[in-house]
């Protein structure tokens, strides 16, 4: 299948706000006016939360597509229902791609979100009651690296690992020495609110000393590593966890890759071990992504989210929002808000109320409850689709520092904001 549409919004252009189908608007028109709502929300504000992007209208339309009712529980050529040909082919696509794309031996994309993906990792490589040593929670950790509210924290014993204090970098020292003290089943590299790359070959090296599986929890970058902005994992993690939104702008959902002695295993810990059938429309459009990602164009984008993203870091620095690490190599950038005399909380609503969409985020060493928080997490994937580029980043920065700063409603600097958003952008 060839995928003509331009895998992005980046082109200085304003973006044509969304039309509910005729089809929607006469059945339910209650629900067509909100998804109107949403677009309008997308196209008027910075959308800054660091897990969320843009799909393309290809993408859009293979969800809305005659897959969307579909069962095909089971994989190509072994369903648990007939008149599955249609959704046979569109999963070999998905994965046929997917392994071109990212040099994996293995690649599985029926798990329906990340988390699940990791269930299906964990249920694939351990038994309840093993030891996995992972990033800790507050130092950039997913839930599903042993929060008690999560099924990993339930059913395995975590050890954590952290960062530096003096630098905000992984500690690779604690991280060997922990594996040496506690010989887990399996490492955990990578996090969710980290902003360097991940140091891939080093956590080999620790798994094998540990006799240890070795997991990449890539859900952030593996976006990047596909436009080939980022280090891959797969030539050294058993098995990769990764999602097909956020930075491959894809639909919302999980993807595993994995090494060809683990296939059968991955594949049964996905079904019929932690889901049934798959959301065949989910994995066509997965399908696109993976197409539009493995485009020049994409690669493009990508490096132009890094550099976006750095610029803002350097934005923010500027107006006393200290970047953790003092930067980053990623569409990530992690800030100290505490400086300014407010939350993180505080300051993800201040943002909001201007058409600013940032989350706070836990920072390493934290004083400040776990509610409150003392940093924000911003990420420049959906920006750099809406078509900013590094000149804008500096002006994204004033916004985010002028609305923590004001506290109030400020009609001048939301009109700003929607002014940016809506593009296209001036340079400079």
Known sequence: MTVTEPPSTASGRPQRLWEAPEALRRADPEIADVLAAEAARRRDGLQLIAGENTASAAVLAALAGPLADKYAEGYPGHRHHTGCAAADAAELLAVDRARELFGAEHANVQPYTGTTAMLAAYAALLRPGDRVLAMSLQHGGHLTAGSRANFSGRWFEFISYGVRADDGRIDL???????????????????????????WAAFRSVAD??????????????GLVAGGAAPSPVPYADVVVG??????????????????????????????????????HEVAAKAVALAQAATPEFAGYARAAVANAAALAEGLAARGLR?????????????????????????????????ILLGKCA???????????SG????????TTQGLDTAAMGTVAELVGRAIRTGEADRELAERVRE?????????
Do not use: N, W
């Not at 991280?175 to 040496?180: G, H, P, Q, Y």
């Not at 089943?185 to 140091?199: C, F, K, L």
């Not at 005399?341 to 505080?346: I, L, M, N, P, R």
């Open 323 to 355: 970047p953790l690490t003092g930067g980053t190599d990623t569409h990530l950038v992690t800030a100290d808000v505490s400086a300014l005399g407010v939350s993180g909380v505080e300051a993800e609503r201040r943002c909001a109320a201007a058409g």
């Open 363 to 373: 920072l390493p060493y934290d004083t400040a409850p776990p509610a409150e928080t």
């Open 173 to 199: 020292d604690q991280v060997r020495e922990l594996a040496r003290r506690h010989r887990p089943q399996a490492i955990v590299a990578g996090g969710i609110s980290y902003p360097r790359h991940i140091d």
């Open 376 to 383: 924000i997490r911003l990420g420049t994937g959906c920006v």
């Open 209 to 222: 000393e540990a006799g240890a599986y070795l997991i990449a929890a890539a859900a952030q970058t593996l």
């Open 420 to 428: 940016l958003a809506r593009g296209p952008v001036p340079k400079r």
């Open 243 to 280: 999602v097909s939104h956020k930075m491959l702008r894809g639909p919302r959902g999980g993807l595993l890759l994995c090494t060809g002695e683990l296939a059968e295993r991955v594949d049964r810990a996905v079904f019929p071990f932690t889901q049934g059938g798959p959301s065949m």
